[in-house]
């Protein structure tokens, strides 16, 4: 079969002819119909990642079908029964096992879930790591309600998105920052009540109503003004730092708020399940930025670089 | 009656006549026949404290008598129905309104509750402020369970001594740290397994298994390194900070290990009664320093400025 997988570390990855893989007890071999890009894939084809192993076939995001069902793979493999963190056997779908840039892929029953029935295939295989992620840190790990007020930074990232259509679909009012007014406006249009541009200075302070959740991924030296966003009782929700390590974090402000600062990454299997099931709930479909051929895969790593895009990069098979 | 007063600000206590307080419905007047000191009220005294009124009775903590009732005073009035945090109107008792360093007492019933049985007053007067502190940081916030690893840095102040006796009446394995060699041993004969002096440079490197819960009220630079022992899904619990900022924080550890950092102050009423059940059921007795006539309440201040003290100074009324 055809797969793209990695052929030398810090190397484009290579669409090329492997092995199929191999009928195993316990294990379903999934046609795959539709995958997704993640930044996880960038890296890892950039050598920015630990354990990067060549031949394996990447790709974490994938729908397909066995014997007429279609299906929807949870990228959370060996999470364990502790729902406060994944056991030390933890992975992520795509490296070091072979992923879902291929025509088959070979995985264990227990990450085989049904497609939703309300979106295509090309929506649900934009869903898996992003949808969980995003359900995690909002939802599992930061309690977001209904009436919660809701700040997502960085309302282009492809974990973000969904962290605003979820807030919104809880009856959140959700606000968000960008680098781009155009990113905050089709935010808006996802439901965002606003957005601030954090390329204007100081543009915390610009900010008239506190927050009862923050949902960060950039971290760095802005990440201390976050805790001053914050309502009393607020829990900052993070599962990336791209600006690097905290400073400057005002302790008196977090006890005496009783602010909780909390460390989230991937999900457990319940949390896929709660995922699937609070999307088909409320109807929720992935954004897609745009499709390209399997074939074509290294146009769409371009167009995740570029970091232009709004949405999920999405691979039809 | 006598009490003793912030006659002006920055100056020592007063011990002087003032008028006994008045008959209001819902509230009682109690005798007091012990209190017992808290840094605030030092805070207080050197006018290191917002919102400081000349002319009001110190103390937080007291016990008494109404009718021949041992009662106990919960310190935090006003938390309101929120469980997550305070409300806006939260208030230690003690400043701005009257407190326990006094021959009477009037306050609401609300805050008024039965001695616990399996400890003498004096025992009892030490338990209020800090009891609740410790019970909410370390068991309301996070989560401690039997077997777990617990961390309490600065082993002689007197919340952590709480913290320490707590966590091991839940059957948590707790290490200290601390400047004195003397108060790890004092901490050890408390149920700590072994403590940490951290005057030793880089004494977190000598630390050989990580925890699962970490109280701390140091905060400042050396915060950075307790997220380095915290094990996955860690709990790091905090009420104050007395060495200021948090600097250098590793996002992606908090991330990755799932880790909580969990800002907590006072209580809930919830919790106050909560306590006083933990504490009655595993027959917890505080420990005390000193205690003094509430008359040369003046020698205890000094005894709590030194830093010397070990267990709670409580003062006889």
Redesign the interface.
Known sequence: MKALIIDKVGHPAKWTDVDMPVEKVGYSIIRLTASALNHRDVWITKGMYPGIKEGVILGSDGVGEIDGRSVIINPGLYWGD?E???S?KFEVLGLPQNGTFAEYISISDEYIYDQPTHMGMEESAALPLAGLTAYRVLIS?CDARSGDRVLVTGAGGGVSQFVIQFAVALGCEVYVTSSSDEKIDRAVSLGAKSGYNYREDEWYKNVDAKFDVIIDSA?GDGFQHLIKLCN??ARIG????TL?????????I????????????MGSDRDFQDMLTFVSTHKIKPILDRTYRLEEAHLAFQRMESGDQFGKIVLIH
Do not use: H, M
């Not at 993070?238 to 730092?241: I, R, S």
């Open positions: 502790n406060r963190v994944q030390d790990r971290g009393p009782g993070f599962y990336g730092a690097g390590k905290y400073q400057n974090l005002n302790p008196q977090l006890f005496w708020r009783q602010i909780s600062i909390l460390g989230s990454t």
